[in-house]
């Protein structure tokens, strides 16, 4: 059957946009959509749609990366950061705050 009879060929052609993006997760299909975009082949919603999934992708580690470096800094920053406590009494105003070093 030639796609001319296929009964979704007319609504896939119209709402089918060529951005440049392949979806995938790939180490090829990675590459492809990177020398697409800088080979200027990629639109603008393609690039969008490649970093959203390269965002989504990479989330995960991303979050690690951040908390590893985070609980290493507080580990080694010297100053006694669990010994300080921020406590803001009710007669006080919003704004204010008092330090207690235990």
């Known amino acids: 059957m030639p796609d001319s009879e296929w009964p979704g060929a ?6 089918h946009r060529d951005t440049g993006y392949t979806p995938g997760n790939d180490v090829w299909t ?20 490649f970093r959203v999934a390269r965002d989504v992708r990479n989330e995960v580690a991303d979050c690690k990366r951040c908390e590893d470096q985070r609980d290493y800094l507080l580990q080694w920053s010297g ?15 919003f704004f204010q705050a008092q330090l207690f070093v235990f």
């Open 10 to 15: 007319a609504a896939h052609s119209d709402d």
């Open 30 to 49: 990675q590459w492809r959509n990177i020398f697409a975009m800088l080979s200027g082949k990629m639109s603008d919603e393609g690039k969008e749609q």
């Open 79 to 93: 100053l006694p950061i669990p010994s300080l406590l921020w406590i803001a009494s009710d007669s006080m105003n």
